[in-house]
């Protein structure tokens, strides 16, 4: 076991930047999760901590080893790292049982027969895989053949596992599935864990921490709780929570001294915290990005405070999407377009008019040119 260390690293194929001057520290057995949309380094990320690839500058530590550095010409090949890496298309070898599959990381390191047997049948317990271990892969399912993967991965007892999208091969209710399987034994077996995925939902589930990448460029970390309720930036406030926050343009103004978004059409008036904090950092009469989850916006009759003309406006309902358990509701105020998401025993209807009530509390204000959050 060990913590991972990156210090400002970035890695260019020609003049593409995939990871742009990245600092990570990950915990020694912690679940970490990289989260960004395609293209945004991840699996770039994870070549360069396995040694798959020479980041083009700054540092790597595995534990108190510097693995990677290209200023001070250090690179540890990859078999020397001590880390296993389930690919973001494993494969097994079509030829091998499962359990030679399993048992060949040991193998080509000479380990002794009668140890490697005892290791595969703890692992293939582990995995709840013994009655396939004489099996080829091609007669197992998708989630048969992930969990030979991670098998072939977590024999060795590595320092580090680096997992890239293990899951996406998968339908989605297996992949609900494997999502707490897999997290039950990454808790097991207490191995630092750093975990792609583009699925919100994955990180959000699995992660005992999330780095949020776009680009190439860290973006934010944190727990989960934290990159939900106090995104950083547009960017993680849009790309975490679905259906996907409500950005409006607003105005912030000053009147009967409080502070209200000025949304042309109508207002709603910031709690006195947040307030306090337009005042404090120079907001009043500025232009904003202003943000609200779909939960936080309420029929006015499920509504713990409602407050008219604070709160509360007026709103045209256009389309209800019933989901079961809520109701997802596009509405407009004026020409303000809103997606709520309503309890599911809202008798909201298409084409009524109904009152409408904001948690002003969870609004989120953002800077609109830098796109960081003032709160
Ligand atoms: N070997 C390579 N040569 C040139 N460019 C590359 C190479 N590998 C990756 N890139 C580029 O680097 C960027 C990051 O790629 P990377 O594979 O790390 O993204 P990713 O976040 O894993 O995406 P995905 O979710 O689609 O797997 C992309 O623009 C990609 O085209
Ligand atoms: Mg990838």
Redesign the pocket.
Known sequence: MAEVKLLSVTKK??N?T?VDDLTLEIKDGEFFVLL?P????????LRVIAGLEEPTAGEIYIGDTLVASPEKDIFIPPKDRDVAMVF?NYALYPHMTVYENIAFPLKIRKVPEEEIRKRVKEVAELLGIEELLHRKPRELSGGQRQRVALGRAIIRHPRVFLMDEPLSNLDAKLRVRMRSELKKLQRALGVTTIY?T?DQVEAMTMGDRIAILND?KLQQVGTPDDVYNKPRNLFVAGFIGSPPMNFLDATLVERDRGIWVDFGEFMLKLPEEMADIVRSERYIGKEVIFGIRPEDIYDALFAQVKIPGENMVRGKIEIVEPLGNVNIVHFSVGDVHFTGQFSRDSKVREGMEMDIVFDMTKAHVFDKESGEAIF
């Not at 395609?38 to 990320?45: H, P």
């Open positions: 194929f020609g593409v995939a960004g395609s293209g945004c380094g991840k699996t770039t990320t973001q792609v583009h190439g």
